[in-house]
């Protein structure tokens, strides 16, 4: 191994691996016959552990012969005991001791390797440069003079040797795929692409080609391949022999070069595992060899005729036109054979790529069926990468298109035409002759139906050499299997165009296809490409386009006698998008053909569904009660309902907008209504209504004529069934065809109506309106039909504890057998406006006891009945509406016994109104079933409140009946009286009599709630006892400075000192004779304030002079600031003295004053200050 990594010689390549030692250009002591006798050798057991071993250990000893053929293999073990355990903690350390320094020795190797290979580029590098002029500039001019003066020998005093340059290169490249590092080595071919483009070693090869030098091929080896299939192998143990036998500028391989960078570029990007970057190398391979070959043969003929005519000299003309066809036709001859390379080559990359992307359908038995492209699309959606691809394979596919045609042209020569140019044309063949009306083409196919053209066997003019592929010379064999071919390539590039996401691409083949169908005569198969290509171009909104390719649909499949898709084709192309591009004559065309077709009996049984040619609205005209929406889930979408009721007289709107060039007359139009639970049941199922599935359906009679826009028609309806219908389809009956717009399948809002049943207007009437406890009284149920009409029901008499009912008709002597809880009366049938009436008997005893005792004794008159709307008959006499079930409706009625009182205490209040008198509202409910007259009243108060002798306020206001329900409101003035002798009651209570119509009179006493007032009263007495006084200080200013004093001024209220009871029980005393006041003394003090009081602070009060004093004093401020504490006011009664001049011994009674002093005093710090100092023992000054 050191021999060979020192040797840096014209070799240029050592490479070491993991296991083995070889050089890859085969330039080492490994020759080529070493190498055949090593590969023997290695396929014997070597003696040593292998024989012993397991079998995964010979699997990966057979995988090391496999992956390093040059190398040698050994097996190493460790030098532990064969007794100690697999799983040894000391075998496995010192098993990952030998492979750390085992990868250590490995990586330094490697960048043993490549440092060396560096330094050897630089120094080529510096030689390159003089090579590289060589093929730029007028220097290239020169190539050919300095042939003939080096004999063919281009080596120049540069000194720079191309194929040692190329063999370091690529063994540095080598270096990097042996360490797993592919990206690193395709650099280095892109770094050898970026030196010497492909362009210039197609020079070098025509130097070569000048020059006459040899390509290599020596009779070794290498003669069983040729050095182009040894490129395109990959063989480089035999391709690098070539480079280094063929000069130092690669004279002999130049031509040969691109194709083994291609392939090892290939191999090195399957190991990337970039299968896409593999496609665009081979499509850029593949692209610029052809440009290259071609370039060549036009390089080639070029030196030829050149030749030709210095040989022929001055000859005749017609021996030079002889020549010259001689030699176009060898020119022609060479490019069809490398048309046929690269469009069998395109072929072959896309065949192999199927291996990696889906790039077929799933399904290719049909021709071009539209399910079968969507089926697949929808089946394997293509992930990026596989987008990728088929972009890269639909590019591939195009150009392989184009060498198809080109091909054709140079198999048919100059005076033929190419069938797929004649086919794709612009003007096709078959719209050049005049339009066929449809019942004249029909005539005439039954004479004589359409038949595919036969097959017509071209004559070629080029005969492929046996190199061109199988599969090219058979597209050749004659005109049919050339357009099957290219229908074949066009179907696969229209997949894979859509699999890549480029429609428009598809849809332009598919033209093409059909194209190509149509001349052979295979209608049916043209239109079925067709029909798929019409969804893509409406899709995409291409008009124009979109109307053509109808077009040639409507041509195919009239032709061939398809009268329903043909009928579906006329009625998609009057389409609004294609109004404006659309001829008239074509449309009349068109209009003529469906009016015609509509009339065969074979469209009479399809269901066609919603056609553009007409469009329909529907919406509801009547005025309804309310709008509501429902979501329908089984269809993802929502239903806008209308709120009306049975028997309301509805009107919907039907608007159609006609997109035919002239008026057209139908024979009726149908609007089903479908109840949504059938709608649901239908669409959850086979998703179609039919007319077994309408609840009703409304018509308009023929004749109809819809004129070309919009057409208004209406359909009245009266139902009388209630339930939640959807206005499902409309169907528009013309001649034999019947078209359906489900309204599922259009955008359209989703219409809908909630019939509710109808308002009934039946009534009952239940008397008495009360029972009398402990009697037995007749209840008389009175039914009233209105204006329904009654199909039915029943009465129910329900009563509650207490009471008893009967059976209508009983008879007495079985009376006392027949009370029960509950009676069940039948109802007849009756018509609108009847009467029925019910009697029977109820019973109610006198008291009730236990938990129940409170509960209201009532009977139930329940009636449910079964009805119809009034219009019901005349409805129904026309024979249109479905019979339906009645709709049901609940009367109930009820009657109680007077259990509770007849006037009922609603609220009582009394408030103060004046010093001693209170005022007194009352409110009464009345309860009784029947109206009654108020005749008297009278209110007891307990003391300390009387009623004045005109505090009555409700003489003659209740002089008329009161009904149930009503409010009575009593006022009454009241007196307070502390003294009073006349006797009182516990509590508050108000007596009233009541007088029926035959002037029974009952008494009613009622118990009042004024627990509030009294209380009131009570506390006034608690607190009549105090002496209260009232003193306000006011503050001469609102500021002032501390230390300066600040004039102050109580005012006393004193005349609240003689108590409320005292005043009260001398009002009518005189001031006169009223008893001597006694004398108070008032106390100013300043504590707990920010004041220092002076003046007369303390004092006597004479209370005989006036009832209001005022007291001045003065106050000083010791603090700055807001001041909100001010001096207090305290007053206390002076002691009694009696007459012998003592204290009395009574204690005097305590006074409250109620101060109120000014917000605040807002007092300021002086500023300077004038002092004195004295002595001490100073007393005056």
Known sequence: NNNNNNNMDDNASVATTTTSSSTHDGASSNNHSQHHANAAAAAAYPPGPIAHSSKEVKELYHKFLKDFPNGRTVILGTLLDADVSTISPLKNQEWKAFLHNLGGAVVDGFGDRVRRYDEELRRLDSKRAAFVRKFSGEHSKMMVADKKRTNGDLEDESGFDLSHFFLVKESLAFTYEQMQLPGEAKLQYEELNAFLPEEAWRQLAQQASVGGVDNGEDGSDTAMLSPSDLAMAGDWERFRKLIKSSGRDLRGVSSFVPQYMYSREVRLLFQMGSPVDVLNRSKEFLVKEYRSKLLDVAADFGQRWKKEIERIGMSSSEHILAAQSKMKQDRLKKEAEIEAWALSSCWDVKCAAEHYFTLSPPDTASEGGKKDDDTAMAAAAPTVEGQDAARCIAEL?????????????LALGEEKVNPIRRATSERPADTLKPWVPWKELRKQRGSMSPERKKNIIEAWTINFSPDVSSWVRNAFSNSSTYEDTYLELAKAAVYINRRAGRFRFASRLEDHRAEVLISRGEYNLAADVLSNNVGACARDQWNRAHYWRIFRLACCQRVSGDVLAYLETL??????????????????????????????????????????????ELSIESETAGKSSQPLPFLRRKLSKYLTYVGDELRFSLSINSHLPRAISVNGIRLYLVTLATYEQVYRGNGTVSEEDAFRILSIDAPITIEPGKNQFSF???????????LATVEIQWKEASFFYDSALLRKPLVGLDIQPSEPTQTIELNPLFLIPGHVQNVRLVFHSGSDIITGGAVTLICSEG???????????????????????????????????????????????????????????????????????????????PDSNPMKTLLEAMVTTLDRPALAVDGSEAFVFDEDRVMVNVSLHCNTPVPFFVKEWNLDLPSPLVVEEDGDLNKGMFQHAIPEGDMLLFGFKCLRADDSDEPSSERPILRVVLQDDFGKTFLQVLPLNLDDIYKQLRKEDEYAELHNATAELVCSIKEGSVGHPVPFVYNLNLQSLISPKARRSNMSVSVASEGPRPTVLYTIISEGSDWIVSGKVQGLIDSKRSDIVSIPFRGIPTRSGLLRHFPEIIIEYLPITTLSGSLSSSQTPPITVLTKTPERFKSLAFTNSLSLAVPQDLEEF
């Open 397 to 409: 596919l195009e150009f392989a298109i184009l060498r198809l045609i080109r091909l054709g042209d």
């Open 571 to 616: 009625t998609q192309s009057f389409n609004p998008r294609l109004s404006s591009v659309a001829p008239k004559k074509t449309a009349s065309l068109f209009q003529n053909d469906l009016e015609a077709l509509i009339t065969d009996a074979a469209v009479a049984e399809p269901r066609w569904g919603a056609f553009p040619f007409l469009e329909t």
């Open 716 to 726: 009245p309806w009266q139902p009388m069934t209630y339930n939640v219908y959807v």
């Open 803 to 881: 009471l008893q009912v009967v059976p209508p008709k009983t008879d007495q002597s079985k009376l006392e057998e027949a009370w029960r809880d509950e009676c069940v009366i039948p109802l007849d049938a009756c018509e609108p406006g009847k009467k029925i009436v019910i009697t029977t008997l109820v019973k109610s005893t006198s008291s009730r006891s236990g938990n129940n005792a409170d509960d209201v004794q009532e009977m139930m008159a329940k009636v449910e009945t079964s009805y119809r709307h009034k219009s019901y008959d005349s409805v129904m006499e026309k024979g249109e509406e």
